[in-house]
Structure formats: C-alpha cells, structure tokens
C-alpha cells in the first residue's frame, strides 16, 4: 500500500508565500513522475506542477513564474508557492505514478490533500 502525505497547507496573506512538501511510503516508495494538483468546487481539479525523476520541472501558465517545483520524484517533491493570490485557494494534493501521461490523466496515487488558503 502506497501512501502519498502533504503538508505545509495553511492560511496566507495575498502576496505570501507557502511551502507545500508530499513525502511517499509504503510497500512501493519508488515513482518517475510526481506532481501537484489543486481543487476547489467552483473550479475543479487542475494540474499545477509536475517533475520526473530526471528532472524536467514543468509548471501550469496560471502559475508560471511564482510557484516552483522541485524533489526527487522518487518518494519527495516539494512545491514552493510565493506571490500568492486568493485565486490560488485550494485543495492541493500530490500524485506520483510511473510516468508523465499517468500524472496528467489523475491516475495514479493521490495523497489526502492540504488546504491553502489566501486571503487577508
């Protein structure tokens, strides 16, 4: 059993900055590709940032330039978000899975998700 655990969610101010971190454990620790995704009900789910184990960091256009991904996607990945806006107010959860397209398509593992909230 595969667990993916996030952390570092919380509440800012517009133009903070948060550190999200997901760490994996379990029977399988080794993954290719992990990424973020965030959630809201008004919106849906939307892919933010992704990195393979070779690197390659990508990050959506409505965050390119102020979040940044970063990790081994082996059992870590980080997400530095900073010039935060209330637009950016979700659920983010981490996804690891084998490859990119698996990533992409919200297959894989899913971990329990960490608010985020921006507001003043």
């Known amino acids: 059993q595969v667990q993916l655990v996030e952390s570092g969610g919380g509440l800012v101010q517009p133009g903070g900055s948060l550190r999200l971190s997901c760490a994996a454990s379990?029977?399988?620790?080794?993954?290719?590709?992990m990424g973020w995704y965030r959630q809201t009900p008004g919106k849906g789910r939307e892919l933010v940032a992704t990195?393979?184990?070779?690197?390659?960091p990508a990050v959506a256009d409505s965050v390119k330039g102020r979040f940044t991904i970063s990790g081994n996607a082996k059992n870590t990945v980080y997400l530095q978000m900073n010039s935060l806006k209330p637009e950016d107010t979700a659920v983010y959860y981490c996804?690891?899975?084998?490859?990119?397209?698996?990533?992409?398509?919200?297959?894989?593992?899913w971990g329990q998700g960490t608010q985020v909230t921006v507001s003043s």
């Open positions: 379990g029977s399988i620790l080794s993954f290719a590709v």
């Open positions: 990195i393979t184990r070779a690197g390659a």
């Open positions: 996804a690891a899975a084998p490859n990119l397209s698996t990533v992409v398509a919200g297959k894989g593992n």
